[in-house]
């Protein structure tokens, strides 16, 4: 944080922080978790979900996950993979595992009444700087900003900031020029109206300046540099990768496994398989990685589909092939556990979005193996 940015001084708080509350009561979207009642419990699943994903698609999972989970108590007798299983499709899903893990240690740890401060309640598994403020501040009044990327977007431009937002100095003096503001207000709205602001008025591209409540006293809006801030790094190429897995038969069931919950999508369960390497088909990846995971022996019969699926921070193309189990028993190499399931019981278990539609592809089959008894060789199946 240089010099220039430490000597400016925030516009009055009490001026725009009442135009901008007085906006938000007439301009904020009705999703379910501001109806009545707001208990804390709600407020904490809301913000959870709306860590990474849009509040229109949390929306849509949100009263279902409360339908099975209505408090805590209910949330921390269920099993994980229960709660996997409701969570499925949200993505994220280390957010539903340190979600359940928090539940047990509040029934375990605070009598079943979630923590009230920011600082209690980052004690809590995946509960990080934001969504403790933002539980602490919409559930308990406590005065703390809470900085997603839409209000440090919007602070950026209202404070005309020539330096990148994911700056530590950055987020620490927005937190300066929050802080006073919030002694001033009620904290949970106000928290709220400028998530809200950034995520409908001053957007990431084509700033909607004339409708904001802010742009008298906005900075970037008097010198016409909205649209150029907040700074914006370099993007960095988002890596492909070429997947294969199997749907292996053996006695008319198929083998799964469930991934170990040290790694990413921990805790639910998946087909066997992975990366093709470099001059590697897809048909001879899918039979190594099966070999090399659960120490089984399989021929490829036939292409069930192929997905293509992005991540975060990479895309992958998956080619799902049926196989047929030839020698060897299942062993859980690199999975938590493997187990042979009846194809009609796979919708019992949690599985991640790519593997899903694997399954769709293989109920429109008719939740059989591909007819032919032969092996595919490569030669037949060179584009795949």
């Known amino acids: 944080m240089d010099a220039a940015i430490e000597q400016s001084n925030a516009p009055s708080a009490p001026v725009w922080a009442e135009e901008l509350l007085g906006w938000f009561q007439t301009e904020q979207r009705p999703f379910p978790w501001r109806r009545r009642p707001q208990t804390p419990f709600r407020t904490w699943v809301s913000e959870v979900m709306l860590q990474q994903t849009r509040a229109e698609t949390a929306a849509t999972y949100f009263e279902r ?69 933002a539980v602490a501040s919409l559930a308990f009044g406590e005065p703390v900003p809470a900085m997603d990327g839409n209000v440090l977007r919007v602070m950026a431009r209202f404070l005309a900031l020539d330096h990148s937002v994911r700056e530590a100095g950055v987020r620490e003096y927005i937190r300066s020029v929050l802080a006073p503001v919030l002694r001033n207000v009620t904290p949970g709205p106000f928290n709220e109206a400028l998530m809200e602001l950034g995520a409908l008025v001053c957007t990431p591209r084509g700033p909607r300046c004339g409708d904001c409540p802010l742009r008298t006293a906005c900075r970037a809006h008097a010198e016409g540099r909205a649209a150029e801030l907040p700074v914006r790094p370099p993007r960095r190429r988002i890596p492909h990768y070429a997947v294969a897995v199997g749907i292996v038969w053996k006695e008319g069931k198929v083998l799964i496994g469930r991934r170990r919950t040290d790694r990413m999508l921990g805790g639910l369960w998946e087909f066997p398989g992975g990366k093709v390497e470099p001059g590697e088909s897809p048909v001879e990846a899918v039979v190594r990685e099966i070999r090399e995971e659960t120490g089984i022996e399989v021929a490829v019969v036939d292409r069930l589909c192929t997905v293509k699926h992005a991540y975060t921070h990479f895309r ?27 194809p009609d ?40």
């Not at 193996?369 to 030669?379: E, L, Y």
Request: net charge positive.
């Open 65 to 133: 996950f409360l339908a099975c989970f209505p408090d805590v108590s209910a949330l921390a007798a269920a099993s994980q993979e229960e709660v996997l299983r409701v969570w499925e499709g949200l993505g994220y899903y280390a957010r539903a595992r340190n979600l359940h893990a928090a539940a047990r240690l509040v029934v375990e740890r605070y009598g079943g009444r979630l923590p009230r401060t920011e600082c209690e309640l980052r004690k809590l598994p995946g509960l990080g700087p934001y969504t403790a403020a």
């Open 316 to 342: 992958v193309t998956l080619t799902a092939f049926e196989c047929r189990w030839e020698a060897g028993q299942a062993v859980a190499n690199s999975a938590d556990c493997v187990r042979w399931v009846n």
């Open 345 to 384: 019981d796979l919708a019992d278990y949690p599985f991640p979005v790519a593997n899903r539609r694997i399954i769709h592809a293989l109920a429109l089959r008719g939740g059989r193996q591909a007819d032919g008894a032969g092996t595919c060789q490569n030669s037949s199946m060179g584009a795949w």
